[in-house]
């Protein structure tokens, strides 16, 4: 179930904040890919993430002792992988929390995934007959769920394949839903996933050790956390100035991978020169 509508708009990170938790006490640090680790791109296979992004993220997973790491996304697993190509110990969460992969390589597919996967199919064929091709639409199979970009497409033919599609699920395909993201519609299960519950997912397998959970994200489909962890997290939303259930927001990647860098100093401090 989506949270309801927020109200408020994040303040600016303080730049010192998350530097000063972590000299303290444990962060599990949670990282959305697309418009937080990368640009946002037309085509969704050109998404690379920003300048220094992976060098931030190798240097942190050098201290599990006192940061885990965990890539949260809308992307399917090997898509992702493929995108960051990521290094070290790391959580890997694709399709909106439907598959995770823990450090140890350990899998876990949400259950409710597969009462899905016959409407999927269904929607799966729908959309190679009725979708136009060479019109900017990408259709992005997951196998679990199917995105529709429509960044591309002209206004009209969205708003006409749109329509269409809504129609079909509501008509034929009660198991899914459509998440709606910037400029994309997700086809997935009900109760299949979900950001903010692949978070406490994680958190629960630390038991009573658990670390403070701090979450960045920057799509509509990120607020399911930013909710979830509204009491006892700290959220951040990427981009412009929004109402949102983030407490804080930065402005771009590029200060993503800012704030990944204090973190990296504050673990790595530099040597005083005698």
């Known amino acids: 179930m989506a949270p309801p509508r927020a109200t408020l708009i994040p303040a600016l990170l303080p730049r010192r904040l998350l530097p000063g938790i972590i000299a303290e006490r444990k962060l599990l640090l949670c990282l959305d890919y697309d418009g937080t680790l ?161 978070v406490r997912r994680i958190l629960r397998s630390f038991g009573a050790s658990a670390p403070v959970p701090v979450y960045f994200g920057d799509d509509v489909t990120d607020e399911d956390a930013f909710h979830e962890l509204r009491d006892d997290g700290i959220t951040v939303r990427v981009g412009t100035s929004q109402h949102s259930w983030a407490q804080f927001r930065v402005n771009s990647p590029a200060k993503v991978v800012a704030v990944l860098d204090d973190l990296v100093a504050t673990l790595v401090p530099t040597r005083k020169m005698k």
């Open 38 to 198: 990368s640009e946002i791109t037309a085509r969704p296979a050109a998404a690379r993430p920003v300048a220094n992004a992976r060098r931030a993220l190798r240097a942190l997973t050098a201290h599990p002792e006192r940061i885990e790491l965990a890539i949260i996304s809308g992307r399917d697993l090997p898509t992702l992988r493929a995108l960051l190509k990521p290094e070290g110990r790391m959580w890997m969460v694709g399709s909106h929390g439907i598959e995770i992969v823990d450090p140890r390589g350990r899998r876990y597919l949400a259950p409710a995934a597969k009462d899905s996967l016959g409407d999927i199919a269904k929607v799966r064929a729908w959309m190679k007959g009725q979708v136009p091709r060479r019109a900017g639409f990408v259709i992005e199979d997951k196998r679990v769920s199917l995105a529709l970009h429509y960044r591309m497409a002209a206004p009209a033919a969205a708003r006409a394949v749109r329509k269409a599609l809504g129609e079909l699920i509501a008509r034929e395909c009660p198991s899914v839903a459509i998440l709606h993201g910037k400029m994309v519609d997700e086809v997935i299960g009900h109760a299949a996933g979900g950001k903010g519950a692949a």
